[in-house]
């Protein structure tokens, strides 16, 4: 069905399902005719393409999905929608609805079972009280994905897809930048929904195909390292790896003389070289 966008339309569902917005799930619908053809487009689906979608709603970004794509998998958790989205997709004969919490699904399965032989996107207008935990999930567990297109709140998009090394990037910056090359598409205004939430949007992609070559020992050092750092961003390096690490300082000293760091460098103005060359030289240090 074309126009889930249209308020009317929105509204005649909503009456003949006795559907009403969850606040707790995150449930700000995309009113704007505009924006899902162009997520759809960006995402880099074509006819080769699987595409994962969180949280379809009442399918509004599914449909313009499913025109591009060869198949279209949709995890949604509000039970009360999979018999809305029956009659909202009719017109798809490649779309699947799964009933369940993205954050509990094993997506490795679900790719495997839905996707073979195909490339698989993921394309999401996130509900934004759980944004950071489900791009994380996505990055986190080295699916076989090109790139991850999601909606979130535009404060969240400037941070994830900050640079390196200025004073927008944080720990979840690395992160990203870690697993893949982030970039804003375009801004998506508060009215654009319904209900309207507080703040603007945004849309990002992140191209997990175009990920950083770094060398880095041990993962999960370099995440705490990372982490440690930007958990006190106003001291130095040095002194937070030794106090959020508990390992003491002269080992700490050594790893950043052995990595080349600046030794009065603030977390904000580190590369994502020098993290992984510091915690590449901490594990040596530590052995
Ligand atoms: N795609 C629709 C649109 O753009 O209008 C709805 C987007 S709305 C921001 C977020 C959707 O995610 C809602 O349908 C909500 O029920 C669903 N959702 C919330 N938490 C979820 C979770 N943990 N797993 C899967 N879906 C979830």
Same mark, same amino acid.
């Given at each position: 069905?074309?126009?889930?966008?249209?308020?009317?339309?929105?509204?005649?569902?909503m009456? $003949? $399902?006795?559907?009403t917005?969850?606040?707790?799930?995150?449930?700000?619908?995309?009113?704007?005719?505009?924006v899902?053809?162009?997520?759809?487009?960006?995402c880099?689906?074509?006819?080769?393409?699987?595409?994962?979608?969180?949280?379809?709603?009442i399918?509004?970004?599914?449909?313009?999905?499913?025109?591009?794509?060869?198949?279209?998998?949709a995890?949604?958790?509000?039970? =009360?929608?999979?018999?809305?989205?029956?009659?909202?997709?009719a017109?798809?004969?490649?779309?699947?609805?799964?009933?369940?919490?993205?954050?509990?699904i094993?997506?490795?399965?679900?790719?495997?079972?839905?996707?073979?032989?195909?490339?698989?996107?993921?394309?999401?207008?996130?509900?934004?009280?759980?944004?950071?935990?489900?791009?994380m999930k996505?990055?986190?567990?080295?699916?076989?994905?090109?790139?991850l297109?999601?909606?979130?709140?535009?404060?969240?998009?400037?941070?994830?897809?900050?640079q390196?090394?200025? =004073?927008?990037?944080?720990?979840?910056?690395?992160a990203?930048?870690?697993?893949?090359?982030?970039?804003?598409?375009?801004?998506? $205004?508060?009215?654009?929904?319904?209900?309207?939430?507080?703040?603007d949007?945004?849309?990002i =992609?992140?191209?997990?195909?175009?990920?950083?070559?770094?060398?880095?020992?041990?993962?999960?050092?370099?995440?705490?390292?990372?982490?440690?750092?930007?958990?006190q961003?106003?001291?130095?390096?040095?002194n $937070?790896?030794?106090?959020?690490?508990?390992?003491?300082?002269?080992?700490?000293?050594s790893?950043?003389?052995?990595?080349?760091?600046?030794p009065?460098?603030?977390?904000e103005?580190?590369?994502l070289?020098?993290?992984?060359?510091?915690?590449?030289?901490?594990?040596?240090?530590?052995?």
């Amino acid at each position: 069905m074309d126009r889930l966008w249209d308020m009317g339309e929105i509204k005649r569902i909503m009456e $003949s $399902s006795g559907f009403t917005f969850s606040k707790a799930l995150g449930q700000n619908f995309l009113i704007n005719p505009s924006v899902c053809p162009k997520m759809a487009e960006l995402c880099g689906a074509d006819e080769n393409t699987g595409v994962i979608e969180v949280g379809p709603g009442i399918g509004v970004l599914t449909n313009e999905l499913c025109k591009v794509a060869k198949k279209v998998v949709a995890i949604e958790l509000d039970e =009360r929608l999979p018999a809305i989205l029956g009659k909202t997709l009719a017109d798809h004969d490649n779309v699947k609805v799964i009933s369940g919490d993205v954050m509990k699904i094993d997506l490795h399965k679900l790719i495997e079972d839905e996707f073979q032989g195909m490339d698989v996107v993921v394309c999401a207008n996130l509900p934004y009280y759980i944004t950071s935990p489900v791009i994380m999930k996505l990055l986190e567990e080295k699916l076989p994905i090109k790139a991850l297109t999601v909606m979130v709140q535009k404060e969240a998009a400037d941070r994830l897809c900050a640079q390196m090394g200025t =004073r927008e990037c944080g720990a979840v910056t690395a992160a990203v930048r870690y697993y893949s090359e982030p970039k804003l598409l375009f801004k998506v $205004s508060a009215g654009s929904f319904v209900p309207a939430p507080k703040v603007d949007s945004a849309v990002i =992609r992140m191209d997990v195909d175009k990920k950083p070559a770094l060398e880095i020992k041990d993962e999960k050092l370099f995440f705490r390292v990372v982490r440690g750092a930007f958990s006190q961003r106003r001291k130095t390096v040095a002194n $937070s790896l030794s106090s959020m690490l508990s390992i003491d300082k002269q080992t700490v000293n050594s790893a950043i003389v052995k990595a080349g760091v600046n030794p009065q460098a603030r977390p904000e103005a580190m590369t994502l070289e020098e993290f992984a060359a510091l915690s590449n030289a901490l594990l040596e240090e530590m052995q």
